[in-house]
């Protein structure tokens, strides 16, 4: 029973302040239940990893994280605060996370260097020369600054990616939430996506990964977090869900996967 | 037969007025049916309950009824209705552009609706406002997808222009009509107005052909 | 202001016999133009090279001028050119054919385009013939996609049937204003008419819907 009980007293980093609190959260379509009450917690600076077959719930808790889905139960907090309901206390939240998708979603009428602007300059209304130093800098960061006048379009999956996770950084987020980055990817551009992660992990940002990329949740990730039908079977430090994994489920999900070690 | 073609010269001012008219009808209709449109599409996607089924209601009505139809109805019953005594032209005006905003709202709808949700998301992750993601994200898009249908829903409008001839509007139709009837030259005339409408619509096709092929959606 | 719908009641013969002429008028012209459309479409896709641009030329006339110009022509002046006399529904029968052909090539020709190429190699990597390829392989996904097109090609011939009044075909917009002319109750009869054509035109395009929506998955590639 221990595999889904509070995880505080067993943490790699812990002492770095709660930034995500999820709490018994719950979430329904219709007659389907997609979280059914979920336990989780993301300090300051670590890599969390989601993983878990398809379906199971993953991607359903980030899309809870920055309200584009609302949750039936339970409570979310971030940075101390109880989730806001209401739409304009949202969007300052929002503000402070970072959300990259799985389908890139570049707004395809705008450059690189426009994409990446764009919240700075919309959303954080920093003006138009601060806002356009960040995304040069932010392109620069991720390996694009020669494609700032580039069409999404023009540029490769991987390419598309990295600029979306430039977009995201540009608003200086207090958390990056990444939502399957690499499942769109042709496999030889998968490897620059995950290099940028693996960089902005080791500069101490804090992040919400959903991946099925197991090497990546072993070698970066600080918590992996498994899924299975909405609920959370166990977590803990890579080393125990890979090498020792306490549950059945997650033996039987590593296998599935053909996981070696 | 003898063809005596010159009647069509002898009443070119006649007829370059109604080809005016029919400009004038196309341009004023379209005027008030992209805003109208707008407006439409906008209380269906975004109002409250009651508006939405009222916006899509009038969709419903104006797609499923013949403009000829409504042409008449508007000149025998707007009058009784209303009190008011409108002008022919401004009756032909008013149906017209019942008719070809409904059009256009679908056109706006189905637009907006087809720019995918995750731009959507991709904008309100970033903090973005509605307001601010349907302005800089969805409807810069939408454009692309809704300005060719525009384009062929202005040539349509421009042919249908020749339907109020029914209640003696001075279009083109209806001007080579009565040269027809005061001149007698049946063949003459019919086949003038037919190429007057040919030469005046077949470069608008054309334009829209390109207009479809310049904007043509790549995902 | 009171509504006396009793003319309407009384006249509803009158206006039955014009809505079965608008429902024939519109059936035979359409399934008349369906069947032209494929006939121009083939020819503009697979015929001799010379014959493709006055093709071209048909179908974008008919995009220029006014289904009004066409079945007026085809009253007054057809007859003067050819020495046939017509009637009033025949001559509307071939105006609107003539017109609505056109629209039915470019629908045939988009749905057939619009199948994937990798369709047709495909299919002839199995050894089969051209005519095959098209007849089993493309023509079925092709028809699927037409579908919605057509649906809205059928509401439109319905539609441009009420044109055909002005040369005095006896469909119903014809009999709704003779019998308006007659009573002097305009609001009465032509409401009638409107719901009369929107109890039959909402059916085609919902109906189009359901049926597109059970197909559609035959047509994707």
């Known amino acids: 029973m221990g595999a889904a009980a509070d995880p505080r007293t067993v943490r790699a980093k812990s002492g770095g302040a709660t930034v995500v609190r999820y709490l018994e959260v719950v979430k329904r379509y219709g007659g389907f239940t997609a979280l059914a009450g979920v336990t989780l917690e993301v300090h300051a600076g670590e890599v ?6 398809s379906g199971s719930g993953k991607s359903t808790l980030l899309r809870c994280t920055n309200g584009l889905e609302t949750i039936d139960g339970g409570e979310i907090e971030f940075e101390g605060e109880r989730l806001a309901r209401d739409e304009r206390t949202l969007r300052t939240m929002r503000q402070r996370m970072g959300m990259v998708f799985q389908s890139f979603e570049l707004f395809p009428h705008l450059t690189a260097q426009q994409n990446v602007a764009e919240g700075p300059r919309t959303v954080q209304r920093v003006g ?3 806002a356009d130093r960040r995304a040069t800098a932010m392109l620069a960061k991720v390996g ?7 069409y999404p379009s023009a540029l490769s999956g991987g390419q598309q990616q990295r600029v979306a996770i430039a977009r995201a ?12 980055p690499t499942s769109a990817l042709d496999p030889e551009t998968i490897g620059e996506v995950l290099s940028v992660m693996k960089a902005l992990a080791d500069e101490g940002m804090t992040m919400v990964v959903v991946t099925h990329e197991m090497s990546f949740a072993r070698r970066v990730g600080d918590w992996v977090a498994v899924f299975d039908a909405g609920r959370l079977v166990e977590q803990g430090p890579p080393d125990q869900i890979f090498d020792a994994p306490r549950t059945e489920r997650t033996r039987d999900f590593l296998g599935h996967l053909g996981w070696a070690g | 037969m003898t063809l005596d073609w010159s009647v069509v010269w002898e009443h070119r001012e006649a007829l370059a007025a109604g080809t005016a008219t029919t400009f004038l009808l196309t341009i004023a209709t379209m005027a008030i049916a992209v805003p109208g449109g707008i407006a439409v599409a906008l209380l269906r996607m975004y109002g409250a309950v009651p508006l939405r089924a009222l916006a899509a209601g009038y969709v419903e009505l104006f797609r499923n009824l013949p403009l000829i139809l409504v042409v008449y109805w508007a000149f025998y019953v707007v009058p009784i209705l209303t009190g008011v005594g409108l002008s022919a032209l401004a009756t032909g005006l008013a149906a017209l552009a019942l008719n070809v905003t409904a059009y256009n709202a679908e056109t706006f709808r189905a637009g907006i609706n087809s720019i995918r949700r995750g731009q959507v998301e991709a904008a309100l992750a970033l903090g973005m406002s509605r307001g601010q993601a349907l302005r800089r994200i969805v409807v810069p898009q939408a454009l692309r997808r809704i300005l060719p249908v525009l384009a062929s829903t202005w040539v349509s409008l421009f042919k249908d222009t020749s339907l109020v001839s029914v209640i003696a509007v001075t279009e083109l139709a209806y001007v080579s009509m009565q040269v027809r009837a005061q001149t007698f030259r049946v063949l003459e005339m019919l086949t003038a107005m037919a190429a007057l409408y040919w030469l005046l619509g077949y470069p608008q096709a054309k334009l829209v052909d390109w207009m479809q092929r310049r904007f043509r959606v790549t995902e | 202001m009171e509504f006396d719908f009793r003319v309407v009641a009384d006249s509803w013969r009158f206006l039955a016999y014009g809505v079965g002429v608008t429902l024939l008028l519109s059936v035979v012209s359409g399934v008349a133009s369906l069947a032209a459309g494929f006939g121009v479409a083939s020819l503009r896709l697979y015929g001799p090279a010379w014959v493709r641009w006055p093709v071209v030329l048909y179908i974008d006339s008919m995009r220029a001028i006014p289904v009004l110009v066409v079945l007026v022509w ?3 002046a057809l007859p003067i050119v050819s020495g046939i006399t017509m009637s009033p529904f025949t001559a509307a029968l071939v105006g609107l054919t003539i017109h609505l052909a056109a629209y039915a090539a470019e629908i045939v020709r988009a749905g057939i385009e619009s199948v994937r190429p990798g369709q047709a190699r495909a299919a002839l990597a199995l050894g089969m013939s051209r005519a095959q390829v098209l007849r089993r392989i493309v023509l079925p996904q092709a028809i699927v996609r037409m579908l919605p097109a057509f649906g809205s090609l059928l509401s439109i011939t319905i539609k ?3 044109i055909a009044s002005v040369i005095a075909v006896p469909e119903l917009m014809r009999q709704s204003e003779t019998v308006a002319g007659q009573s002097f109750q305009p609001i009465e009869v032509f409401t009638v008419a409107m719901a009369l ?5 909402f059916p085609v395009t919902r109906g189009v819907d359901a049926v ?10």
């Open chain 1, 144 to 150: 694009l600054a020669d494609k700032a006048a580039s």
């Open chain 3, 197 to 201: 054509y929107f109890t039959m035109l």
């Open chain 1, 128 to 130: 138009n020369a601060e």
């Open chain 3, 74 to 76: 085809t009253f007054f």
């Open chain 3, 160 to 162: 441009d049937t009420a």
């Open chain 1, 48 to 53: 969390v990893c989601l993983i878990g077959p």
């Open chain 1, 169 to 180: 950084l540009a608003m200086e987020p207090d958390v990056m939430l990444f939502d399957e």
């Open chain 3, 212 to 221: 597109y929506r059970r197909v559609a998955h035959l047509g994707r590639s």
